[in-house]
């Protein structure tokens, strides 16, 4: 079974641009969660989508925002690029009932902003 | 509000030795499950163990094992016979109950084996 792929897995913007991360889960899996990791503020979570509806969201600003497509893959955008936006993110799969509890996640997508 | 703190920045180990890292963590949530994660310097999270509040065992897997103290609020983890490629980033997170996959990671430990 293929595990969690990110695309791209590096990318370098300026700061006033815009990206967009995507992550394909685990076959099967409806659930994706999204997380920055910064040297400074350790790992934090962005949001949650289960079944193309946010399902949680983490405490950043509007600037941040995904979705989640019928196949469960999911993008992740970020408007207004500053320098702070710098950071591996990170995103995680997961069948997404109660019971299930493995998240698996895939190898990153590393954000340099200049 | 979920708490997590790992007091171990960084640990050194001989190779073949048992590590024991720690994890505390605070909720008010009867029902949460407790992760172990392993990131080596290639960044990818590896799952390598969990512990559910109200499992009576503690949970192992291979040479990883949880040394859960729900009393206490503690969940180390414990790394028998250790190994040069379990050098890497070591992750504790928790997940409170309800469905929703929102992880609280620790700031991490960072171990070192030595041969």
């Known amino acids: 079974k293929a595990g969690v792929t990110q695309t791209p897995r590096y990318l370098i913007k300026t700061r006033g641009q815009q990206v967009t991360l995507s992550c394909s889960p685990i076959?099967?899996?409806?659930?994706v969660s999204w997380y920055q990791q910064t040297p400074g503020q350790g790992l934090q979570f962005l949001f949650e989508?289960?079944?193309?509806?946010?399902?949680n969201k983490g405490n950043f600003p509007g600037r941040f925002s995904g979705r989640q497509f019928s196949n469960s893959r999911s993008e992740m955008n970020v408007s207004t690029l500053e320098l702070g936006d710098s950071a591996l993110y990170l995103c995680?799969?997961?069948?997404?009932?109660?019971?299930?509890?493995?998240?698996?996640f895939g190898p990153g997508t590393r954000l340099t902003v200049t | 509000a979920q708490k997590i703190t790992q007091t171990q920045p960084g640990m050194f180990v001989q190779e073949k030795e048992a590590v024991t890292l720690d994890c505390t963590y605070d909720?008010?949530?009867?029902?949460?499950?407790l992760f172990w994660y392993k990131q080596p310097s290639s960044g990818e999270m590896i799952f390598l163990i969990y512990?559910?509040?109200?499992?009576?065992q503690n949970a192992t897997e291979g040479r990883y094992s949880l040394n859960f103290q729900k009393a206490r609020k503690s969940a180390n983890l414990v790394i028998s016979a250790s190994q040069l490629g379990d050098s890497a980033m070591y992750f504790c997170?928790?997940?409170?109950?309800?469905?929703?996959?929102?992880?609280?990671f620790g700031q991490g430990t960072r171990l070192t084996i030595n041969p």
């Open positions: 995680a799969s997961s069948l997404g009932g109660d019971t299930s509890y493995e998240q698996y």
């Open positions: 512990q559910g509040s109200y499992d009576q």
């Open positions: 989508y289960f079944s193309e509806t946010q399902r």
């Open positions: 909720t008010s949530d009867p029902s949460y499950g």
């Open positions: 997170a928790m997940r409170e109950g309800g469905g929703a996959q929102k992880l609280v």
């Open positions: 076959s099967g899996h409806r659930s």
